[in-house]
């Protein structure tokens, strides 16, 4: 199992493509982030993240 | 308010993904966690009120307690948008291997690949200049550029 990070939203999956902005994903990834609750969370507010989810915080 | 918490080294994502899917469910108020990749045994913790750690939710393994106080934002920040590893290092810069088999050893930068974050180094201490390709994250600035 590989978890990959789409290159725009830096969401975390294990497909292939994202499937909110359907583009590929990549492996090269660094840095891990979970949001509960976006609209409460300073940090979500920053990096302009507005689903709850696991992120990278820096993908290649 | 950001509150930081010691867990064992390496074991930083699983704790961080054990206290998520604790939370949904205990009426805690976590926002979010972060877990730095620059800050070992370390994860940051987002939370509306003040954390309780006697709450069973936070009966997490791997994870060793919370730091007393809260961290300003804009500490956090710095985490957020963490800078390229190869953004200090330029050609000519002599570095030193800290993984890989030349593990200690003292080489000179060539050529930068940005796009890959690969370094080519020259070793300083071999009779032979063989050029060595690593990644941007086994080496270490010793000085800036050579004399």
Same mark, same amino acid.
């Given at each position: 199992m590989v978890i990959k990070a789409c290159t725009r939203c830096h969401r975390l999956m294990e497909e292939e493509r994202c499937a909110i902005?359907?583009?590929?994903?990549?492996?090269?990834?660094?840095? /891990? @982030?979970i949001i509960v609750?976006?609209?409460?969370?300073d940090i979500a507010k920053e990096l302009n993240i507005s689903l709850p989810g696991e992120y990278a915080l820096r993908v290649r | 308010m950001i509150y930081?918490?010691?867990? @064992?080294? $390496?074991?930083?994502?699983?704790?961080?993904?054990?206290?998520?899917? +604790?939370?949904? +469910?205990? $009426?805690?108020?976590? +926002?979010?966690? @972060? #877990?730095? &990749?620059? @800050?070992?045994?370390y994860i940051l913790v987002e939370s509306s009120t003040k954390i309780d750690m006697?709450?069973?939710? /936070?009966?997490?393994?791997h994870m060793k307690g919370v730091i007393d106080g &809260?961290?300003? /934002?804009?500490?956090?920040?710095?985490f957020l948008n963490p800078e390229p590893i190869l953004a200090s290092i330029q050609k000519g810069s002599i570095v030193e291997l800290i993984s890989g088999p030349f593990k $200690? &050893?003292?080489?000179?930068?060539?050529?930068?690949?940005?796009?890959? &974050? +690969?370094?080519?180094l020259e070793l300083i201490e071999?009779?032979?200049?063989?050029? #060595?390709?690593?990644? $941007?994250d086994q080496i270490r600035l010793i000085q800036k550029e050579a004399d």
């Open positions: 902005c359907n583009i590929p994903s990549s492996k090269n990834w660094s840095g /891990f @982030l609750d976006p609209e409460n969370s | 930081a918490i010691r867990t @064992l080294v $390496g074991q930083e994502k699983n704790v961080a993904r054990i206290i998520a899917r +604790n939370v949904k +469910n205990s $009426g805690i108020e976590v +926002n979010s966690i @972060l #877990v730095p &990749e620059s @800050l070992r045994g006697q709450n069973p939710a /936070f009966k997490v393994p &809260e961290i300003p /934002f804009e500490e956090v920040k710095t $200690g &050893e003292k080489a000179k930068v060539v050529r930068i690949d940005e796009s890959k &974050e +690969n370094v080519v071999a009779a032979v200049p063989i050029p #060595v390709t690593v990644k $941007g």
